[in-house]
């Protein structure tokens, strides 16, 4: 783009917000963004998909119990845990990265949606803490397939314990 030139039909670049924002709607990573008083500032397309109970942007501090009371959180051994005990919440009280965070959302339709999240503190250019972005990866599919291989991995010990007492029977019956 030749700024002298006023027929020039070359494009301006673009800005590093406009950068930033494709950037963040192309992933397939859930992520948000809370400023130091909790206030939901950003949620992107992949947050809003998995995440479909989330406010418009921006959202007073109140959207986080707003948004537990539609759910139950549980931990990575399955009990019930506080919204406000994942990654993104805890980085906001002690302005602390926080990483893998496995956790479950059980919403009252009955969905399980299984998530792996990593929140980071955002400074501000005077060095200040000014919130967190937080971003979810969706391991529900993971999870599933786990235990469905669980389930296949205990059925063949079952069959093969069920084989060798079998075994057994016969070689005593055939003595």
């Known amino acids: 783009m030749d700024p002298l030139d006023p027929f020039d039909t070359t494009p301006a670049p673009p800005t590093m917000e406009s ?3 494709a950037l963040l709607n192309s992933m397939h990573s859930a992520v ?9 500032v950003h949620a992107n397309l992949a947050a809003r998909k998995i995440l479909p109970d989330l406010p418009p942007t921006p959202a007073p501090a109140e959207w986080a119990s707003e948004f537990a009371q539609s759910c139950t959180f549980y931990d990575i051994h399955g009990a019930p845990m506080a919204a406000g005990e994942g990654p993104l919440f805890n980085c ?5 990265p926080q990483r893998d965070w496995q956790f479950t959302i059980e919403f009252y339709n009955g969905q399980r949606l299984h998530l ?3 929140a980071e503190p955002l400074h501000g250019s005077d060095g200040r803490f000014s919130g967190v972005v937080c971003s979810y990866q969706d391991i529900t ?10 389930e296949q991995l205990d059925e063949t010990r079952n069959a093969a314990q069920e084989l060798r007492l ?7 019956a055939h003595n």
């Open 32 to 40: 948000l963004e809370i400023d130091a008083n909790g206030r939901l």
């Open 92 to 96: 906001l009280r002690t302005e602390e």
């Open 166 to 172: 079998t075994h057994g029977e016969l070689s005593r």
């Open 116 to 118: 792996l999240g990593t």
């Open 141 to 150: 599919e993971l999870i599933n397939l786990q235990k469905a291989l669980k």
């Open 19 to 21: 950068r930033l924002g």
